[in-house]
């Protein structure tokens, strides 16, 4: 027997409390979701003596990568 469930009611609007929040004009913030954690990507490094050499170096949002997007920030 087939028994359908209601609709769950829609989430409450998340607060933009980052957004708003005082930062120094340095701090980088993501334009998307107005997170402030990122993760440093580096692609096409080489590895010489325990250290990496040359490769570009990104910085990503982490909570948009979470969600499976990846966003440049710097």
Known sequence: MLHLVPDAPPPD???TRTS???KP???LQCP?????EF???VIGAML???TLKGGT???VCFGCMLKGER????
Do not use: Y
């Open 20 to 22: 708003r929040a005082s």
């Open 25 to 27: 004009a340095d701090m």
């Open 13 to 15: 609007k998340p607060k």
């Open 48 to 50: 010489q003596a325990r």
């Open 32 to 36: 998307r979701c107005q997170g402030r």
């Open 71 to 74: 966003i440049v920030v710097a």
């Open 39 to 41: 993760i440093e990507t």
């Open 57 to 59: 170096r990104q910085f």
